[in-house]
């Protein structure tokens, strides 16, 4: 059984910081890409950012620059650094994971999402 557990979410006003974890925990065999998603109210999910299992960064245009994505291997965790927010950053945060449990093929795996709102 694998489970991705999120934190860090909360209100945090214009120009501010956040840094979100989303740690995986469970019989995982291999982990590859992980990334963040967000959706805000009557929007879409859109791609926040990913990295690969190399260190390859990806991230959507509106927050290149102000939002850098890390992991760490030993920890099976994905990190979202999060600066100079706007309140357009206000959204519902999702890690997603593509790992391979013991004993079945590769899937993607969904957290349970965190709130981030930015208003003064």
């Known amino acids: 059984q694998v489970q991705l557990v999120e934190s860090g979410g909360g209100l945090v006003q214009p120009g501010g910081s956040l840094r979100l974890s989303c740690a995986a925990s469970?019989?995982?065999?291999?982990?590859?890409?992980m990334g963040w998603y967000r959706q805000a109210p009557g929007k879409q999910r859109e791609l926040v950012a990913t990295i690969t299992s190399g260190g390859y960064t990806n991230y959507a245009d509106s927050v290149k620059g102000r939002f850098t994505i890390s992991r760490d291997n030993a920890k099976n965790t994905v990190y979202l650094q999060m600066m100079s927010l706007k309140p357009e950053d206000t959204a519902v945060y999702y890690c997603h994971i593509d790992l391979r449990p013991l004993r079945d093929a590769v899937q993607a795996y969904w957290g349970q999402g965190t709130q981030v709102t930015v208003s003064s």
């Open positions: 469970g019989s995982i065999v291999s982990i590859y890409i």
